[in-house]
């Protein structure tokens, strides 16, 4: 397999965390940390930030992404951000299907699906993530349950909009716990994901998806994790609200 093939982004999730003005002040101190990089850099940040992030990466290498968004384009629905209201921003990614989305907001395979298709269609490019709780690795059901969870999120997905799909591998037990997966774990889940695409849509889409690795990703640990043949980024959280830490994450990426 040949890695090259692919794109390796390191994308940073902000979750629900910085003001407008910390925002920028965060943007700014990443930005020039960054500047050199041979991978892509995203940073995804709350709806809020949006368009204080946008401005201050404009004409950097820095791709700016949101967390979320609705299926429907508009409507009653309250609370809620549509893809073409991203879309209409210039932001260019969004996280979909977050474990924290699953695990606190309700959202399920289904709606996962729901919300990859409509972003989709609307230009965005999507990390649409997976992974396992600590119950179900122990019981031994990892890989399948990705694989199941990546296919249905893929359901009515075309071959051709898969070069707008990233596929975020991480384990719920391992995301802000500072409990890393090991390289091997993290690879194997990486393969099997890589392996039930290219049972969906052969062999070559397989080989040039984009598949990170994200759940407590820092600047220790990410240069063993990112030299796996199977992980191609990583999705940070904790980290990525610490440029140095963020920035040395960029340059194992780089290598
Ligand atoms: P973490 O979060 O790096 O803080 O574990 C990763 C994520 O939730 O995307």
Same mark, same amino acid.
């Given at each position: 397999?040949?890695?090259?093939?692919?794109?390796?982004?390191?994308?940073?999730?902000?979750?629900?965390?910085?003001?407008?003005?910390?925002?920028?002040?965060?943007?700014?101190?990443?930005?020039?940390?960054?500047?050199?990089?041979? *991978? !892509?850099? $995203?940073?995804?940040?709350?709806?809020?930030? @949006?368009?204080? #992030?946008?401005?201050?990466?404009?004409?950097?290498? &820095?791709?700016?992404?949101?967390?979320?968004?609705?299926?429907?384009?508009?409507?009653?629905?309250?609370?809620?951000?549509?893809?073409?209201?991203?879309?209409?921003?210039?932001?260019?990614?969004?996280?979909?299907?977050?474990?924290?989305?699953?695990?606190?907001?309700?959202?399920?395979?289904?709606?996962?699906?729901?919300?990859?298709?409509?972003?989709?269609?609307?230009?965005?490019?999507?990390?649409?993530?997976?992974?396992?709780?600590?119950?179900?690795?122990?019981?031994?059901?990892? *890989? !399948?349950? $990705?694989?199941?969870?990546?296919?249905?999120? @893929?359901?009515? #997905?075309?071959?051709?909009?898969?070069?707008?799909? &990233?596929?975020?591998?991480?384990?719920?037990?391992?995301?802000?716990?500072?409990?890393?997966?090991?390289?091997?774990?993290?690879?194997?889940?990486?393969?099997?994901?890589?392996?039930?695409?290219?049972?969906?849509?052969?062999?070559?889409?397989?080989?040039?998806?984009?598949?990170?690795?994200?759940?407590?990703?820092?600047?220790?640990?990410?240069?063993?994790?990112?030299?796996?043949?199977?992980?191609?980024?990583?999705?940070?959280?904790?980290?990525?609200?610490?440029?140095?830490?963020?920035?040395?994450? $960029?340059?194992?990426?780089?290598?």
């Amino acid at each position: 397999m040949n890695k090259d093939l692919r794109k390796v982004v390191i994308a940073g999730n902000w979750k629900m965390n910085k003001t407008p003005e910390e925002a920028k002040k965060l943007i700014e101190e990443i930005k020039p940390l960054v500047k050199d990089a041979k *991978c !892509e850099v $995203v940073t995804c940040v709350p709806f809020v930030d @949006l368009t204080t #992030v946008l401005e201050a990466t404009k004409g950097s290498n &820095i791709k700016v992404g949101a967390q979320n968004c609705h299926w429907e384009e508009k409507g009653a629905f309250t609370g809620e951000i549509s893809a073409p209201m991203l879309k209409s921003m210039n932001v260019e990614y969004v996280i979909i299907g977050h474990s924290e989305r699953r695990q606190y907001f309700g959202e399920t395979d289904i709606t996962v699906n729901k919300r990859v298709k409509a972003a989709l269609a609307n230009g965005l490019k999507v990390i649409i993530c997976v992974g396992e709780s600590l119950e179900q690795r122990e019981q031994g059901v990892t *890989c !399948e349950l $990705v694989a199941m969870q990546t296919k249905i999120a @893929l359901n009515g #997905v075309s071959a051709d909009d898969m070069k707008n799909v &990233i596929i975020a591998y991480e384990p719920i037990w391992a995301i802000g716990t500072g409990k890393t997966a090991t390289a091997e774990q993290a690879n194997e889940v990486n393969h099997a994901i890589r392996e039930t695409i290219a049972q969906v849509y052969g062999k070559a889409v397989a080989d040039a998806l984009t598949i990170q690795y994200g759940g407590s990703m820092n600047a220790g640990n990410a240069e063993e994790l990112l030299a796996q043949p199977d992980v191609d980024g990583g999705l940070i959280g904790g980290a990525s609200l610490k440029p140095a830490d963020f920035a040395k994450i $960029v340059e194992a990426a780089s290598k």
